[in-house]
């Protein structure tokens, strides 16, 4: 294995990587059991969104924009 800054060939460099990396590429067992991540199905579980975020948003941008209503009002 060459070090890090090292020159190698393309042949040599492609080597190390399959030596490495072999057992990730796409078809590996590691991608077929979804280990490798991607865009393949969603995740088991509750994909919902909750709802009280987007809530507290609308509750702070209606009382900034009864102030600011209320500050061009005066003036």
């Given at each position: 294995m060459a070090k890090?800054?090292?020159?190698?060939?393309?042949?040599a460099y492609r080597q190390a990587l399959q030596s490495r990396y072999g057992d990730k590429l796409p078809g590996s067992t590691y991608d077929r059991t979804g280990a490798a991540g991607g865009?393949?199905?969603?995740?088991?579980?509750?994909?919902?969104v909750?709802?009280?975020?987007y809530a507290i948003g609308a509750v702070f941008l209606a009382a900034a924009g009864a102030?600011?209503?209320l500050r061009l009002r005066k003036q």
């Open positions: 890090t800054g090292e020159k190698m060939t393309l042949a865009y393949g199905a969603p995740p088991v579980g509750d994909n919902s909750p709802w009280w975020p102030a600011v209503t």
